[in-house]
Antibody
Framework: EVQLVESGGMLVRPGESLRLSCAAS???????????MAWVRQAPGKGLEWVSGISASGDNTYYADSVQGRFTIFRDNSKNTVFLDMKTLRAEDTAVYHC????????????????WGQGTQVTVSS | EIVMTQSPAILSVSPGDRATLSCRAS??????LAWYQHKPGQAPRLLIY???SRAIGIPGRFSGSVSGTEFTLTISSLQSEDVAIYYC?????????FGQGTRVEIK
């Protein structure tokens, strides 16, 4: 069973930067490098918001308008890990950030997810 | 941006009764729609993909259907463990957008 564990969330001040990590394990048939990955966040009292996605090879990346130019997604397939670099953080970036794996693995990015990690809390406040 | 609108916001259903959740897309997303179940403190869980295909391990009481841009998630016989927030998500383009969620409660 594939498991995803996020880390790196913390309290930061507006304008600061942060890097989130998501370590994947438990692959039995297809390897990590067969699957697209994504970050989805949930702000306090709000619903789910897709943030960013990346193809299996890392060649193609996708961003929500709200984070375009500030966030960068990338992956290290040798370490089964996907990252989210977040810069110029704002109060509205406060959320639990979930890492999620594409349901199907064929190299491309599909954009619908299973499983998900439990998330890491990012709080942006002065 | 494709906007997904879910209704109702809160659904109270007696145990064993049917729960019907709706999701409307602001434009065509074909059948590129997924449903997720999210319980507090847990990771969201994929229930349905391609509008009507059940994910592996999902009980048969969960089903999905589509008519144009209107999508429906049906729980045929509500169990106590089904109390959660349910989200629809379109993935017709790479910027997948979620609905605002429907909270399912036990009456």
């Amino acid at each position: 069973e594939v498991q995803l564990v996020e880390s790196g969330g913390m309290l930061v001040r507006p304008g600061e930067s942060l890097r989130l990590s998501c370590a994947a394990s438990g692959f039995k048939f297809d390897n990590f490098d067969s699957f697209g990955m994504a970050w989805v966040r949930q702000a306090p009292g709000k619903g789910l918001e897709w943030v960013s996605g990346i193809s299996a090879s890392g060649d193609n990346t996708y961003y929500a308008d709200s984070v375009q130019g500030r966030f960068t997604i990338f992956r290290d397939n040798s370490k089964n890990t996907v990252f989210l670099d977040m810069k110029t953080l704002r109060a509205e970036d406060t959320a639990v950030y979930h890492c999620a794996k594409d349901y199907y693995g064929s190299g491309t990015y599909y954009g619908w997810f299973d499983p998900w990690g439990q998330g890491t809390q990012v709080t942006v406040s002065s | 941006e494709i906007v997904m609108t879910q209704s109702p916001a809160i659904l109270s259903v007696s145990p064993g009764d049917r729960a019907t959740l709706s999701c409307r897309a602001s434009q065509s997303v074909s059948t590129n729609l997924a449903w997720y179940q999210h319980k507090p403190g847990q990771a969201p869980r994929l229930l349905i993909y391609s509008a009507s295909s059940r994910a592996i391990g999902i009980p048969g009481r969960f089903s999905g259907s589509v008519s144009g841009t209107e999508f429906t998630l049906t729980i045929s016989s509500l169990q106590s463990e089904d109390v959660a927030i349910y989200y629809c998500q379109q993935y017709n383009n790479w910027a997948g957008t979620f609905g605002q969620g429907t909270r399912v409660e036990i009456k």
